[in-house]
């Protein structure tokens, strides 16, 4: 990769085969970003990864995939197989998963929540804790990231509005990208 202070070029890990299953600990590195920060030879600037990621979970049967090649979820019959646009996005999506959220609940409890701030705001799930499972988002503003807690029942209710709406579901086999266009284009209208 090219680093973007200085222009150099330096070959960036290979991030292309993350197995949970082989080394566990790494799951902490890809939830707090570290492992996609890469320090520069020549200026020692940080950087994030702009190569191609493959995160594998074999337990969740789970894999999401940051990459533009050509990629096939032949073989993975069973598999929750989803396609990030960005590190940031796979990053929230490990994060939803290992909370043991549905992805597509929650993509429409973030629909709903910016519809109900009236704000057109990128929401991102940040945590879910508590003894009431509050989930915890976040979005930037003003050049500051704030924060946004969402009660459990509003995720309930999502949870319930896919039940209802089996299209959603059967849209969501293979490998797809499930975001804010995706969910809009079943709720718009
Ligand atoms: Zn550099």
């Known amino acids: 990769m090219i680093c973007p202070k200085c222009g150099a070029e330096f070959a960036a890990p290979d991030l292309r ?3 949970i299953a082989k080394d566990p600990s790494l799951k902490d590195r890809v939830k707090d ?3 996609f920060m890469v320090k520069c030879p020549r200026c020692g600037s940080d950087s994030l990864v ?11 049967r789970l894999l999401i ?11 993975l019959e069973g598999y929750t197989c989803r ?3 960005s590190i940031g996005e796979l990053i929230e999506k490990v994060k939803v998963f290992d909370a043991g959220l549905d992805d597509i609940a929650l993509e429409l409890l973030k629909y709903v929540t910016a519809q109900e701030l009236k704000k057109d705001v990128a929401l991102k799930f940040l ?3 508590g003894a009431d499972g509050e989930i915890t988002l976040t979005y930037p503003e003003k050049g500051e990231m704030q924060m946004l807690v969402v009660g459990y029942n509003v995720y309930s209710d999502c949870v319930g509005i896919v039940e209802r709406n089996p299209v ?6 293979g490998l797809v990208s499930i975001d804010q266009s995706w ?7």
Do not use: W
């Open 168 to 173: 959603l579901r059967e849209h969501s086999s």
């Open 33 to 35: 970003g570290s492992l």
């Open 17 to 19: 085969s993350i197995n």
């Open 65 to 75: 995939a940051y990459t533009s090649a050509g990629l096939s979820s032949d073989g």
């Open 183 to 189: 969910v809009s284009q079943f709720i718009a209208g």
């Open 83 to 85: 396609l990030v646009g």
């Open 127 to 129: 945590k879910m804790d």
């Open 50 to 60: 702009q190569e191609p990621v493959l995160y594998h979970d074999p337990s969740q």
